[in-house]
């Protein structure tokens, strides 16, 4: 076995590997650009190496860099992670030219599969089923519009270089077609130096499944079962499971033979995952096969109880496959939610900062793979993945509670992530029962907010939290000044019970609370719906507060904002205002606090970098037209106009970089047209 | 008595005088009832019906809300106006204000509520002395005094009396600053000379749009220099808080305004003798967090956000901010350490990179002499890369203003604790509670800069000749910058000299400065006998 090793990658996949080589008695290596060097990857590896400024290309894509400190430190392999040189055989065939072991595929076999017309190719040679399309890859819109007839609409525009959903566009007839093949076009020459494009069926309401495979040197290839990654946004990866729903056992042997079958034809060896569109006649095409461990592979490790990373690490090192497909079996079900630094209320842009308070979730049954601690810089520079969430349980219904509790208990502060986001798909009935696929985003939620109500349960539930931290507060303060309370007059608060009115948004709730400090047994009655809540001794400076209701403990996260309680629990978020009785009485009186006004600028929705600019000043605009064009965290995207109108001033250059909020474009006041006034 | 729900009606009558005369001892107590009640409804239903759909809750409603339930005392009820030289006028009682005291959180505070459904809110004599005996009172037995305003002004009927008025209340103002907490909150109108009561007291609240203040009002402004503007421009709240400076505090609404007053209440002692309540939010004194490490960015030019620092060591994370929107790179505001109020005075490198400029430093100067008066230790956190330079600056006085903050801090004999986080240079160094200008104990981080001039200005001045004379000026300037930046940027050497007296690790700055306001509680400063000192104002 290795005596060391450098890990070409960074944060929570770069710790993953640092504990199975722990584990292992490996030494590792890890290597950090600029803006990493206090990472908490960086100080888990045995050794470190600084490679450079933050810009990828400058550090983690520069295969001569990372292969000078492998030599330069002794390693004798390269773990590439996931992303940045994984799947490039050029750097796959460098490392082996330095007389070091790449921990991966053969480089032939990432050229044949990292191509996505060759490996189609391959697939239909060995016969496996793939979605009507065209094979070949074209730039010529008038190859594209006779293509497109062939398969019959809606199709699928796909980049041939590169993966993860970039690029790609759906059409749903001919006048799109033009339109959309130029974006697809113009985006895969900016991310890939290419623009070849191909084109396919646009299968509706497909499931993701995905097979992951193991192969040794010596020809024995194995699958470990399915994953199933239906749940999406913008083609990434939300929410993984394993064992699938969709799949029975017949269908898992026959997708497995597929896929065991298509990595021996790729001469492929180590691990590696064949990914397969299922319609909803459980119908299964070849999609493509990644060359690489994949992100949510901890969910196969869980239900198959093995070691990804150190049978990776051992095939490298020349060891035959220990198992023998019948050794294989999938036990329970395991979950993982990704948890990404991005606004989901916000069209899942990316955000940036300091992570300046952390809590995981700990407890049985919960995995959390963090690159992330208190103190932690989140740029623009990379992936925008921090950690992943998962739980296993005997059955699919005890996995997600699982996950749901720890997802309640997960405190991240200072950046902005989806954790309440993923944990709304998991509360949401569709996805209880199971009813996935690619567009489960775009059916249930809108704007990142659940189409569903939560339930009057969950929201009584929240109210009792944040009623209680409020009295607790309020009592606090007046114990604590008892010493200076005259004799007369003031209420000394016997009361055994004290009413609040909440509201939220349009609701309002009832809240009477009778109990104390001492006990800390409460009986709580929300509109008149009795609860008994058992609490712990509330620590103000703590986000995250435990309450035993109805005899099962719940995790909520809570936040003072301005005058108001922002609660976090089950992946509803509201902010609560809380009214004693006599304001309550008043409250009618006072106007809602007002909307902010319309403004005639275009502000920034995201930290980034401008990389073009659509209008100049004087141009006249209509809503939703896109203006201007930046780029943060690998995602190119446009930003649209708030309003009709003309532009009096661009006040940003391409090249530049701008934070959240900060004005780009001002619009004529007079000729801004909102929706509204429509 | 229907003459109780429609006051506007009501007129005093021979009759009813002679008859109430006659009253046996039963209908005594029934008649006081009566004058409370008619007191109670101030200018008459519809008057408080048009208060409401304002937005504005009635001057009794606010009062419920400020004090603790049943505790309010009031005096004078049954105090009426003196009617005018323009005649005409009815006697109200209580004479459109209410006044009288009453607890918060169990603590005694005196208190005004004018009552803008009673000829407008103004003020007039007898409102007049109402307010003055309140505040008389206040100063006696040392406890705060609130103002809630809601006044068309100076109530013209009485003429030159109405001024007097003022004039009175001035005073008061002015006799009992320093003394107790003097606490204004404009609920409604608040123009001419009554803007000079509130700016006298200690803190202004406003209200989002219900309240505006100015000197003089949109009409006069259009007829003297022609000029069109808006209420909410000329004197609303947010113009108040983020350019003029005269609010503290913004709120959305009465009922959240007079919560915070509630809060603000509880940071401050009741008057110049006592200490702030002690109130122990549970939060560990030897809390550490390690993110604080990591706070301060490898770059020194690149800007963070010091509330995060704020947040982090203060209890429960909970801070008090005054003037948010105002000279916002100083950020000003209470917090408690280990149960006990402090005021922070901190640079906030997000906002003009931390500089001190004429706003600021008079936003600060104002802060540090509130604390040192009641008597609130101050803690100090800096990150500041000089003055604001620049003809605008010095035009307007930055030598002046900046002397203010000097001043301030050189004076307080409260116990003053620094912690040099970044940056400190040159004269605003010194200014920010340095060792050299008395303060107790000054800490520093080990990202702490602390120098006459920032590396590049410095490596210009002092290896000019060698930059001139290189090849590459330009190499050279930047290789003089590192070594400057080597040599002087730390705080290492103001470390040897004992200016600091200790370099902490950012993890523990909250338990370090727990432990030193611990003993620095007894600490005893004096300064010599004077009528007061000349702070350059």
Redesign the interface.
């Known amino acids: 076995m290795f005596n060391k090793i450098l890990i070409a990658n960074r944060g929570e996949i770069a710790i993953r590997i640092i504990h199975t080589c722990k584990r292992m008695g490996i030494k590792t290596v890890a290597v950090y650009a600029e803006v990493d060097a206090r990472s908490p990857y960086v100080q888990e590896a045995d050794e470190a190496a600084f490679i450079g400024a933050a810009q990828a290309k400058e550090s983690f894509l520069n295969p001569r860099k990372i292969i000078a400190v492998a030599l330069r430190h002794g390693a004798q392999a390269i773990h590439p992670g996931y992303g940045f040189l994984s799947e490039n055989p050029e750097f796959a065939q460098m490392t082996i030219d330095a007389g070091l072991t790449f921990i991966g595929p053969p480089p032939s076999a990432i050229a044949k599969l990292g191509n996505k017309t060759a490996s189609k190719a391959l697939a239909i040679d060995i016969g496996a089923p793939v979605t009507p399309g065209n094979p070949q890859p074209f730039t010529d819109p008038k190859i594209a519009a006779g293509f497109a007839e062939e398969i019959g609409y809606p199709i699928l525009l796909k980049p041939a270089a590169g993966g993860g959903g970039r690029g790609m566009r759906i059409v749903e007839s001919p006048e799109e077609l033009p339109g959309a093949l130029e974006q697809c076009m113009d985006e895969t020459r900016k991310a890939f130096g290419d623009d070849h494009i191909f084109m396919e069926r646009f299968i509706t309401r497909p499931r993701h499944i995905e097979f992951q495979v193991l192969a040794d040197q010596y020809g024995s290839v194995i699958h470990l079962g399915e994953r199933e990654c239906s749940v999406q946004r913008r083609y990434q990866k939300v929410i993984e499971e394993s064992p699938s729903m969709a799949i029975t056992p017949d269908l898992r042997e026959r997708m497995g033979e597929t896929a065991c079958k298509l990595a021996q034809a790729a001469g492929y060896v180590n691990a590696g995952t064949v990914e397969f569109i299922l319609d909803q006649d459980k119908n299964y095409y070849f999609l493509e096969m990644n060359t690489r461990l994949q992100v949510e592979h901890p969910v196969t490790e869980l239900v198959t109880g093995l070691d990804m990373v150190e049978l990776q690490l051992r095939i490298a090192d020349g060891e035959p496959l220990p198992y023998k497909q019948y050794d294989i079996s999938l036990k329970g079900w395991a979950i993982e939610a990704r948890i990404c630094a991005e606004d989901p209320y916000r069209g899942f842009l990316p955000t940036t900062g300091m992570i300046t308070r952390y809590a995981m979730p700990r407890g049985d049954q919960i995995r959390v793979d963090s690159g992330i601690d208190a103190g932690s810089l989140v740029t623009i520079y990379y992936d925008s993945l921090l950690a992943k969430v998962c739980a296993w349980g005997e059955t699919r219904g005890k996995a997600i509670n699982t996950l749901i509790k720890a997802l309640n208990g997960y405190h991240i502060e200072g950046v902005l992530t989806n954790v309440d986001f993923t944990n709304a798909v998991l509360n949401h009935p569709a996805f209880q029962q199971g009813e996935l696929s690619t567009n489960f985003i775009d059916e249930y939620f809108e704007d990142g907010e659940s189409k569903v109500l939560p339930p009057q349960e969950q929201l009584h539930f929240m109210v009792i939290a944040v009623a209680l931290v409020f009295h607790s507060r309020r009592t606090l303060v007046r114990d604590s000044l008892k010493p200076m309370r005259p004799l007369v007059g003031s209420t000394q608060d016997t009361a055994a019970h004290t009413n609040y009115m909440v509201r939220v948004g349009e609701q309002v709730f009832h809240v009477d609370l009778a109990g104390d400090f001492v006990s800390r047994e409460w009986e709580i009655q929300v509109d008149g719906r009795a609860y008994a809540v058992v609490t712990p001794d509330f620590e103000y400076y703590r986000r995250r507060l435990q309450l035993k209701i109805n005899g099962v403990q719940n995790m909520f996260r809570l936040q003072y904002q301005q005058n108001h309680i922002r609660c976090f629990f089950c992946g509803t978020v509201r902010t609560f205002e809380i009214y004693t009785t006599t304001e309550w009485r008043l409250a009618h009186y006072m106007k809602r606090e007002s909307v902010r006004a319309l403004e005639n600028v275009l502000r920034c929705p995201m930290p980034g970098l401008v990389t073009a600019i659509c209008v100049e000043k004087g141009a006249q605009v209509r809503r939703g037209q896109e203006l201007i064009r930046m780029e943060s965290m690998k995602m190119e995207s446009g930003v649209g106009s708030p309003c009709d109108a003309e532009v009096e001033s661009v006040l940003v250059a391409p090249g530049q970089a701008v934070d959240t909020d900060e004005p780009l474009i001002t619009f004529v006041r007079e000729s801004c047209r909102f929706a509204e006034e429509k | 008595m229907s003459r109780r729900c429609d006051t506007d009606t009501h007129e005093p009558d021979m009759t009813d005088a002679v008859e109430s005369l006659a009253l046996p001892m039963d209908d005594n107590l029934a008649s006081l009832q009566n004058m409370r009640d008619e007191a109670r409804l101030g200018g008459g239903l519809k008057r408080i019906a048009d208060q ?1 759909a304002r ?3 009635t001057a009794w ?1 606010r009062v ?2 400020l004090l ?6 009031e005096f004078d009820v049954l105090k009426t106006g003196r009617g005018g030289h323009l005649g005409g006028d009815r006697e109200f009682l209580s004479d459109g204000v209410i006044t009288g005291h ?2 918060i ?4 505070v005196f208190l005004f509520s004018q009552d803008f459904t009673v000829i407008g809110g103004s003020l007039g004599a007898a409102h007049s002395e109402k307010i003055s005996k309140v505040m008389d009172h206040a100063v006696r037995v040392g406890a705060p005094f609130i103002g809630l305003n809601d006044s068309g002004g100076a109530r013209i009927q009485e003429g030159v009396d109405a001024l007097a008025a003022y004039g009175e209340i001035f005073n008061r103002n002015v006799m009992a600053s320093g003394v107790v907490p003097q606490i204004s909150c404009i609920m409604g109108p608040c123009a001419g000379g009554a803007v000079y009561s509130p700016a006298m007291t200690d803190f202004t609240f406003m209200v ?2 219900s309240s505006y203040m100015f000197v003089t009002g949109p009409n006069v402004v259009k007829t003297v220099i022609h000029q069109d503007i808006s209420f909410e421009d000329l004197g609303g709240p947010r113009m108040h808080a983020s350019k003029s400076g005269v609010a503290h505090f913004v ?6 305004c007079l ?2 007053v509630r809060r603000l209440i ?1 940071y401050l002692p ?1 008057n110049n003798k006592q200490k702030a ?8 004194p030897d ?1 550490t ?7 301060v960015p ?1 770059n020194p030019n690149q800007p ?1 956000d010091m509330k ?1 620092l704020i ?2 060591i203060l ?4 801070f008090m901010e005054l003037h948010e929107n105002f000279a916002k790179n100083l950020i000003i505001g209470f917090g408690r350490l280990g149960g006990e109020t402090i005021g922070l005075i901190a640079n906030q490198p997000a906002v003009l990179a931390g500089v001190l400029d004429c706003a600021a430093s008079v936003k600060g100067a104002r802060f540090v002499r509130f604390c040192d008066t009641f008597n609130i230790p101050l803690i100090c956190l800096v990150d500041v890369p000089g003055f604001m330079p620049g003809p605008e600056q010095e035009h307007g006085g930055i030598i002046r203003h900046g002397a203010k903050l000097l001043y301030a801090f050189i004076e307080a004999t409260v116990p003053r604790i620094t912690v040099v986080v970044r940056k400190a240079y040159g004269g605003a160094y010194i200014v920010m509670n340095s060792k050299h200008i008395g303060a107790d104990i000054n800490y520093a981080w080990p990202t702490a800069e602390i120098a006459v001039l920032g590396p590049r200005g410095a490596a210009e001045v002092i290896y000019r000749r060698e930059i001139e004379a290189a090849d590459n000026p330009q190499a050279m300037l930047q290789q003089k910058e590192a070594h400057y930046r080597e040599t002087f940027a730390n705080p290492f050497l103001a470390a040897k000299r004992g200016y600091i007296d200790d370099v902490i690790f950012p993890r523990e700055t909250r338990s370090r400065l727990i432990r030193s306001l611990q003993f620095l509680e007894g600490k005893k400063a004096s300064r010599p006998d004077r009528k007061h000192g000349n702070i350059p104002l």
């Open positions: 409401h937005g504005k809750l409603e419920e809300l603790d339930k049943n505790s309010f005392e009453g607890t959180d169990g603590r005694e989002e749009n709120l959305p609404n009465d009922i959240i919560r915070e509880n009741s309540p002690f109130l122990d939010l549970r939060d560990p809390r967090d390690p993110a604080l490490d990591y706070l490898v963070y995060v947040r982090s209890d429960g994370a909970e």
